[in-house]
């Protein structure tokens, strides 16, 4: 398959409480004032706390002095109607403060988030990057011509990578660190091409400098996330256009988008993103053969 596909391919493929559920019934306790309707004096009732037991005479300093049963109390009073209503706002500051017991908390919250610069957004996706050297994810992709296909990705730093195609694709695309190769499993083909000849290959740098190791073009900031574009002169056939697609509250790749010399984009999306798990080594190993393979 030496042919412009697979230049294409390769150009385009690397990359890398509520409250409780049930309440407690209880018997309702007849309050004083429903015992005062009853025919009896309130000053002669009994107390609520004291409802089972023997009736004594009443002490009018204690009915005075002694506050009505808890229990018997009805649920909260209401607030007047002229108290302001408590904005959603303010409920979850007085929860951050319950749950995180410091009162800067409320002030944090309150306070909208200034919108991220153009370097400050560089310095996080180098650092999201960066944070790791392995990856396993599950990718789906969407041609220039709008096929779709997905499969699984594997990253170990420095160099390596697999895009492992599910069926009924017949393709993988395989970096070793040195060399990419691009198999066909129903041909039982393989095509190799050169490392620095693929864009993305900066991602699998030990350490990625964004302003150092490509060119930047662009960098877009707004509520989706941050998408960064750059280019790479250097790749088979001409320059190739990338933006790099980041994740607006973990700054995670969650995307890629290359447009090839040749005008085409291939956009691809992660998912199931695992930095914590080290691959196989051997789903990086290539049967190099002849040099005379390599584009």
Known sequence: ??????????????????????????????????????????????????????????????????????????PAAKPPASAPAVPDAAKAAVGAVAVGGAAAAVAVAAQPQAPLTRDEAIKRAEASLNSSPVMTADFVQIGGDGRRAEGKLYVHKVGRMRFEYAQPATMEVVSDGVQVAVRDRKLNTQDLYFINQTPLKFLLNEKIDLQKDVKLVDVVIDDAGASISIEDKATFGGTSKIKLIFDSKTFLLKQWQVSDPQGYETLVSLFNVDRSSAPDANLFKIDKGSLLDFH
Do not use: C
């Open 1 to 74: 398959m030496k042919s412009p596909l697979a230049a294409a391919l390769v150009l385009t493929l690397l990359a890398a409480s509520g409250a409780q559920a049930v309440e407690q019934k209880k018997k309702p306790h007849p309050a004083p004032a429903a015992k005062a309707q009853a025919g009896k004096p309130a000053a002669k009732g009994k107390p609520v706390a004291a409802a089972k037991a023997k009736p004594r005479p009443a002490d009018p300093k204690t009915a005075q002095a002694k506050p009505a049963d808890p229990k018997a109390a009805p």
